[in-house]
């Protein structure tokens, strides 16, 4: 393959076994908070949830972690608060539902609560109150949790919302406890209003520190998918039936100067990160839904997802600039972009239209982009780790 007409790489994560067996969560919506500027902050899934940020918002400050990238922090004094419009998938999730976030908490709000996300109408929201965790479904139950959520550090929460309206809590991907719903109902049906990033609504318990990499999933999320998340910042979980191989990590191949990207990230690249892809969907190609989505590759540069039929070098890869080559064989490429300011890159759906793909075919998919110099390797491009997906029906 042409290194000039390929171009970058996919998705994230090497899931421990019995990740790999469950799969039933969707990504709703993922605010990853890379932008080092402007006033608004992208959704990682494709779902559109963009938030237009209002007051005291700073972006580009530090990350806990280099697979999380920048942060944002959010002044309580200055009203600071992300705005997202309600539309599908968030606009009908009312149980069976997961939020998971990093936090720097600067100040507890003691004896008020601070919000890290949620709804300001008939809706659900999680944050801190005073120094333990609490989750709300409007105007039906706070669900509050007496622990100690340490101020300074980065810590890792989640809130696991299930379908008998039980809410489950996890720190640094620990479960700390469990608080039953008063009501069978749960929140009511037909969510109206705004969504929020740190805050309950625009003026009320807003959050005061630092935030990054919020995720919301459609699905209760298992324990061992809750402590994948804290063990591996800036991951996602897989979706759309896909196995990740060939990742840049450590896990196959070598990556050709001695620059390993972080787990489940391709080669690193100009960038101190390796690219990193995640994806939406399903492999159904008769809903031809499944969408990809790059991350952390130089701003501004070109990249190609592509597919081919084999594995290279039986899943380990073949050095090929400054990463590794996973897919091969009967090559399709899959469509040209271009990475934003903030290193993303998107393809899909309609994948399975414009590739031919069928119903019992199998497929392997990758991305290659270009790094300018100086790039690790000095060859000027790299790829991520591959994905392969088994299509159906």
Request: net charge negative; charged share 10%.
């Given at each position: 393959?042409?290194?000039?007409?390929?171009?970058?790489?996919?998705?994230?994560?090497?899931?421990?076994?019995?990740?790999?067996?469950?799969?039933?969560?969707?990504?709703?919506?993922?605010?990853?908070?890379?932008?080092?500027?402007?006033?608004?902050?992208?959704?990682?899934?494709?779902?559109?949830?963009?938030?237009?940020?209002?007051?005291?918002?700073?972006?580009?400050?530090?990350?806990?972690?280099?697979?999380?990238?920048?942060?944002?922090?959010?002044?309580?004094?200055?009203?600071?608060?992300?705005?997202?419009?309600?539309?599908?998938?968030?606009?009908?999730?009312?149980?069976?539902?997961?939020?998971?976030?990093?936090?720097?908490?600067?100040?507890?709000?003691?004896?008020?609560?601070?919000?890290?996300?949620?709804?300001?109408?008939?809706?659900?929201?999680?944050?801190?109150?005073?120094?333990?965790?609490?989750?709300?479904?409007?105007?039906?139950?706070?669900?509050?949790?007496?622990?100690?959520?340490?101020?300074?550090?980065?810590?890792?929460?989640?809130?696991?919302?299930?379908?008998q309206h039980d809410v489950?809590?996890?720190?640094?991907?620990?479960?700390?406890?469990?608080?039953?719903?008063?009501?069978?109902?749960?929140?009511?049906?037909?969510?109206?209003?705004?969504?929020?990033?740190?805050?309950?609504?625009?003026?009320?318990?807003?959050?005061?520190?630092?935030?990054?990499?919020?995720?919301?999933?459609?699905?209760?999320?298992?324990?061992?998918?809750?402590?994948?998340?804290?063990?591996?910042?800036?991951?996602?979980?897989?979706?759309?039936?896909?196995?990740?191989?060939?990742?840049?990590?450590?896990?196959?191949?070598?990556?050709?100067?001695?620059?390993?990207?972080?787990?489940?990230?391709?080669?690193?690249?100009?960038?101190?990160?390796?690219?990193?892809?995640?994806?939406?969907?399903?492999?159904?190609?008769?809903?031809?839904?499944?969408?990809?989505?790059?991350?952390?590759?130089?701003?501004?540069?070109?990249?190609?997802?592509?597919?081919?039929?084999?594995?290279?070098?039986?899943?380990?890869?073949?050095?090929?600039?400054?990463?590794?080559?996973?897919?091969?064989?009967?090559?399709?490429?899959?469509?040209?972009?271009?990475a934003d300011s903030a290193?993303?890159?998107?393809?899909?759906?309609?994948?399975?239209?414009?590739?031919?793909?069928?119903?019992?075919?199998?497929?392997?998919?990758?991305?290659?982009?270009?790094?300018?110099?100086?790039?690790?390797?000095?060859?000027?491009?790299?790829?991520?780790?591959?994905?392969?997906?088994?299509?159906?029906?």
């Amino acid at each position: 393959m042409n290194k000039d007409t390929l171009i970058h790489g996919l998705l994230l994560l090497s899931l421990a076994a019995p990740l790999q067996a469950r799969q039933a969560q969707s990504l709703a919506a993922w605010w990853s908070f890379r932008e080092t500027g402007g006033t608004t902050v992208g959704d990682e899934t494709g779902h559109g949830f963009i938030a237009t940020l209002q007051g005291g918002v700073t972006l580009g400050q530090p990350g806990g972690f280099p697979g999380t990238g920048f942060a944002a922090r959010f002044d309580a004094g200055l009203a600071g608060v992300g705005v997202v419009a309600n539309q599908a998938p968030l606009a009908s999730m009312v149980d069976d539902l997961s939020v998971c976030a990093w936090v720097f908490v600067t100040a507890n709000g003691a004896p008020w609560p601070r919000r890290i996300f949620g709804g300001d109408n008939s809706a659900w929201s999680c944050g801190l109150l005073q120094n333990g965790l609490r989750f709300t479904t409007r105007g039906i139950q706070d669900y509050d949790l007496v622990t100690s959520v340490p101020m300074g550090p980065w810590v890792h929460i989640a809130f696991v919302f299930d379908a008998q309206h039980d809410v489950t809590f996890y720190i640094d991907g620990n479960p700390v406890g469990l608080v039953t719903g008063s009501q069978p109902s749960g929140p009511i049906s037909g969510l109206t209003g705004q969504w929020l990033l740190g805050a309950f609504r625009p003026g009320t318990e807003h959050w005061h520190g630092q935030i990054d990499d919020i995720q919301v999933y459609e699905g209760s999320l298992s324990p061992q998918e809750v402590a994948f998340l804290f063990q591996f910042p800036g991951s996602s979980l897989v979706l759309g039936g896909g196995t990740p191989y060939c990742l840049g990590d450590g896990t196959a191949g070598a990556c050709p100067c001695g620059n390993p990207g972080a787990p489940g990230e391709g080669c690193a690249n100009s960038t101190g990160q390796g690219g990193l892809l995640s994806t939406t969907g399903t492999a159904s190609v008769a809903a031809d839904d499944l969408q990809f989505s790059a991350m952390r590759l130089p701003p501004s540069q070109g990249a190609i997802l592509f597919a081919g039929q084999n594995s290279l070098a039986g899943g380990t890869g073949l050095v090929f600039g400054d990463g590794l080559r996973c897919a091969g064989g009967a090559v399709r490429r899959l469509g040209i972009r271009v990475a934003d300011s903030a290193g993303r890159a998107a393809w899909g759906p309609g994948l399975a239209l414009s590739g031919g793909f069928l119903p019992g075919q199998t497929r392997r998919f990758q991305v290659w982009y270009k790094d300018p110099q100086p790039s690790p390797c000095g060859a000027g491009f790299n790829l991520t780790g591959a994905m392969e997906f088994s299509f159906s029906q």
